[in-house]
């Protein structure tokens, strides 16, 4: 690859990136700080994407649109429609646990994609929604520097929390909930406090992502893309620590770009399966961390005390 | 003070509790005593929101609190420990402490985040009255250490420390003494002595150690198989030959749970 190019790729590759470390602080705040299994990621992914798409493209042909609004009110939407879905997932699934959770949310995710593929008069069904517009005519590099500014911002807004009285409660919850309870806590608001703040992050990294590649179809929310990658990146980075869910958006994301490299190498009886290959590679990953590495490569540090400067 | 009034509790067959009544009396520590699987675990979830009762009321101060939630009861000022220690085992001493404190404006989230700075001056205070709570325990020197690397006496302190950090009218304790050694037993008979007289603080008290419920305890309630079968002092109840039954069986002779 010449130099240009590979300018180019870098831009591309830094913008998926900051998408992606958006979502692993959104489910860091749901399993790293809280504990909430939720492999739904997908769907909370898709209403940010699809909302963005519909409010601010322009003219539509057969599917709710044509409203031509501004970028910024795009990602508003997005998040304030992810509100009262997550919080009605979150009610729905808040007396489940760990795996129970995890089924649900994972089924909820694929009604979620499901119904926006049938839903023709809503999203264009298969084919998708095309001509999301970046903001101010900007290119990759313009739209990598507002990407930035919203993982610098999220991440300041989670770490924050985590901080608070507010993160000590879930942390509490996660480590011991009848405790948490005696300690005079509403679990249940809490736990769907998590829920839905974090799936709103999630859904402002779907509408980063509708607008960074100009077109959104159910194809993109598959659990592999929208989920799977994203549980990769926290537990490799270090669940409950929010740099090592922005560091594993990156060190995943190298090794995923690098395997379709690869796939240019196999052998030519494997043609044809390498997106699977890649998938296989990912997993075997995971495997590796969680057995030699299970704390990730920034583990869980407690937060400060107040007034406690640390050295290190 | 707390109130309990014909509770039963059934689980499938066994009838773990069975029409008991009695009352806490207000500053009093009351022991509740009995060999095991006589019920009085059972009757402290039920008293303390863990479990629903198939019959029969539970009053605070006079007011009905059957079947309200643990959070709720907790503001009612009528607070727990478990008989196994509950600590929050990835959270250092003082955070297990920190936690607690009622109405805390940062556990709001916007809060948090539009007002940070009030909270970490709020926070501060906490902060203080936890390493208070520790010094008064005397377990200060492990503060910063994850609860879970505790010894299973000083998780039974830190439960114990945790009731200290909320504004409790009514204590449950359930088993302070187990698994604690004999110099860190007196040190937290010390600690729930102090709390009932300076502090005011009514505790309800399960113990199988007898001289510790006998140098704590007055009055002392005896369950058997599910139903009360005496109460009074230990004194008393040492002599009383349905709770030498109870304890020992029939025809035993010698001091009931001298152990």
């Given at each position: 690859m010449e130099l240009a190019g590979l300018g180019a790729y870098l831009l591309f590759f830094l913008n998926l990136v900051g998408i992606y470390a958006i979502m692993a602080l959104g489910l860091n705040m749901q399993w790293g700080m809280t504990g909430q299994f939720n492999i739904g990621i997908a769907g909370f992914f898709a209403v940010g994407a699809y909302t963005t798409a519909i409010l601010t493209t322009g003219p539509a042909d057969g599917w709710?649109?044509?409203?031509?609004?501004p970028f910024l009110l795009g990602l508003a939407g997005s998040i304030i429609v992810c509100v009262p879905v997550a919080w009605v997932v979150g009610r729905i699934t808040a007396n489940l646990r760990t795996d129970y959770l995890a089924i649900a949310t994972i089924g909820i995710a694929e009604i979620i994609r499901l119904f926006f593929l049938n839903e023709g008069w809503l999203s264009n069904g298969t084919r998708g929604i095309p001509g999301i517009q970046k903001p101010l005519d900007l290119g990759n590099g313009g739209y990598l520097l507002i990407v930035l500014a919203f993982v610098a911002i999220t991440y300041l807004l989670v770490e924050v929390a985590r901080r608070s009285p507010w993160g000590r409660v879930l942390r509490a919850i996660r480590d011991n909930e009848p405790a948490t309870a005696a300690a005079g806590k509403d679990i249940a608001r809490f736990r769907l406090e998590a829920f839905v703040v974090g799936s709103c992050i999630m859904a402002l990294g779907g509408g980063l992502y509708a607008h960074f590649v100009g077109f959104v179809s159910?194809?993109?929310?598959?659990?592999?893309?929208?989920t799977f990658l994203v549980w990769v990146m926290l537990i490799a980075g270090g669940s409950g620590n929010n740099l090592g869910a922005m560091l594993g958006a990156l060190v995943v994301w190298i090794i995923w770009s690098s395997t379709e490299v690869l796939a240019d190498l196999v052998p030519t009886a494997l043609i044809g399966s390498e997106s699977a290959f890649r998938v296989f590679l990912i997993g075997v990953l995971l495997q590796v961390i969680l057995v030699s590495r299970p704390q990730g490569l920034l583990p869980e540090r407690r937060p400060p005390m107040p007034g406690e400067r640390r050295r290190s | 003070m707390i109130e309990i009034e014909r509770i039963s509790r059934a689980f499938g067959g066994l009838?773990?509790?069975?029409d008991v009544s009695f009352t806490v009396e207000k500053g009093s520590i009351t022991g509740l005593i009995g060999p095991n699987g006589a019920g009085k675990s059972t009757l402290f979830n039920i008293v303390a929101g863990a479990l629903p009762p198939d019959s029969g009321r539970i009053r605070l101060e006079g007011e009905d609190i059957t079947g309200l939630p643990t959070h709720q009861l907790f503001h009612k000022g009528l607070v727990r420990t478990f008989q196994i220690p509950h600590e929050f085992s990835r959270m250092t001493v003082r955070e297990n402490l920190m936690l607690v404190p009622a109405r805390q404006s940062g556990e709001r989230l916007l809060k948090s985040w539009l007002g940070w700075w009030k909270v970490v001056r709020e926070d501060r205070e906490i902060l203080r009255r936890a390493d208070e709570v520790l010094d008064f325990l005397e377990i200060g020197h492990v503060r910063d250490e994850l609860a879970g690397n505790l010894s299973g006496g000083q998780k039974k302190l830190l439960d114990l420390g945790r009731t200290m950090m909320t504004d409790a009218k009514a204590v449950l304790l359930d088993e302070p003494g187990a698994g604690v050694n004999r110099t860190l037993l007196g040190k937290l008979a010390e600690a729930i002595e102090r709390l009932n007289r300076e502090r005011g603080y009514t505790f309800c008290v399960i113990e199988h150690d007898m001289d510790l419920i006998a140098r704590l305890c007055d009055p002392v309630q005896v369950m058997a198989n599910g139903e009360l079968i005496a109460s009074g002092d230990m004194a008393t109840l040492r002599d009383n030959p349905e709770v030498r039954e109870a304890y020992l069986g029939t025809g035993a002779s010698g001091t009931a749970g001298a152990a």
């Open positions: 709710l649109g044509g409203f031509d609004l159910p194809e993109a929310f598959r659990p592999l893309y929208g | 009838q773990a509790v069975r």
